[in-house]
């Protein structure tokens, strides 16, 4: 379980980027609303504490559990779906205790577990690209892909069926099975988006088919862009060098205006760019991409298939999720909810990326030897 390691080969440059991230997710969201601040600051102390245990933690020895780890995964995500607790018409949540426990997001995780221990074992039998293996993929990730969908959670699901098909590609694909997959995606999407316009459509709930056609056809649904416009009008606000730390004291913000709620989750970009301007948001995007930066280059010097895998999920899941965070506070794409990964407020998302990032600290430390 745990190996003597050099303390030379411990990527600090990861540690501090990460610190440094959840501190200026603490300092964004007591901007939005003080009421978080105490818990979330308490959520960093403990997310630290467990990325630093976790990364003296041989991964293989957590690789070993790839199956009882997905059981497990799957089996909260159903309970969650029987027993949780339901908020604005979705059920993601169980309370414990009086907090928050939301099965997603550690699934995230665990899946990236499994899905590199899984992957591993098909390459040393260079089977990547037989139909076993990419038919045991796509079932593999049907199961959590279906439970999330039904909570209903569309963020999460495109987000962790990205950095699966991430892992599929990293793990060596065939470009000929890309290129035919490609093909296929093109018409599809369009049928997709065609059929959900029609009246009595069963792939996505009304709230979702609203989002998107309003971002396709923003003049003729501009009701339900107002929660992103807004968002756009803070961030432009905000200007070279922002308005202070201080919204929440001042009548003339966005963020003491309520124009956008929930503030210091799934929009807490609006904040950034409005607290600290354009100046502000560059550096922490600049953050979150050296957060990313590091993975790739802990996946790329990993001594075996394993390691690469898990820190390219880690790096993929990071990347891609604060994309689509940023993108919807900015108006890129349609609006859907999806915290910023160590900023947004919610201590199970940022416990359970403190768990991701100790795995890809250990792995730098057995580093492969130049």
Excluded at 214 to 243: D, H, R, T, W
Excluded at 245 to 265: H, Y
Aim: hydrophobic share 50%.
């Amino acid at each position: 379980m745990f190996k003597k390691y050099k303390l030379r080969n411990y990527n600090f440059m990861l540690l501090i980027s990460v610190i440094a991230a959840m501190l200026v997710g603490v300092v964004a969201i007591n901007a939005a609303d003080s009421s978080y601040t105490k818990k979330q600051a308490i959520g960093i102390v403990g997310a630290v504490v467990i990325m630093v245990f976790v990364s003296f933690i041989d991964y293989h020895f957590v690789c070993r559990f790839f199956i009882p780890l997905y059981i497990i995964s799957d089996t909260l995500l159903l309970a969650v779906l029987l027993f949780g607790d339901g908020v604005n018409n979705a059920v993601r949540w169980f309370t414990i205790g009086g907090l928050t426990f939301q099965p997603s997001e550690l699934t995230k995780v665990l899946m990236i577990i499994f899905m590199a221990e899984m992957l591993r074992r098909f390459k040393e039998k260079e089977a990547i690209n037989s139909l076993r293996c990419i038919a045991l993929f796509f079932m593999s990730i049907g199961i959590p892909i279906l439970l999330i969908y039904k909570q209903p959670d569309l963020s999460t699901t495109i987000c962790f069926t990205f950095v699966m098909l991430i892992m599929l590609y990293l793990s060596g694909l065939s470009y000929k099975i890309i290129g035919v997959a490609i093909l296929i995606l093109v018409p599809v999407t369009g049928t997709f988006i065609w059929y959900i316009q029609q009246p009595n459509q069963k792939l996505l709930y009304a709230h979702q088919v609203q989002r998107i056609l309003s971002f396709i056809y923003p003049a003729k649904y501009a009701e339900e862009n107002v929660q992103q416009l807004n968002s756009v009008m803070a961030i432009g606000s905000g200007k070279l060098g922002g308005k202070g730390l201080l919204l929440q004291n001042s009548k003339s913000t966005v963020a003491s205006s309520k124009l956008v709620s929930e503030q210091q989750t799934d929009f807490i970009f609006s904040i950034i760019g409005e607290a600290t301007g354009f100046v502000g948001s560059v550096i922490v995007v600049g953050l979150i991409l050296l957060i990313v930066l590091q993975c790739i280059r802990i996946a790329r010097r990993s001594k075996d298939t394993c390691g690469m895998l898990l820190s390219g999920g880690a790096a993929g899941l990071i990347g891609f999720q604060s994309f689509i965070n940023i993108a919807v506070a900015t108006a890129f794409i349609p609006n859907t909810g999806i915290p910023l990964p160590f900023i947004s407020y919610g201590l199970t998302s940022l416990l359970t990326i403190a768990i991701l990032i100790g795995i890809v600290l250990n792995i730098s430390l057995q580093k492969k030897q130049f």
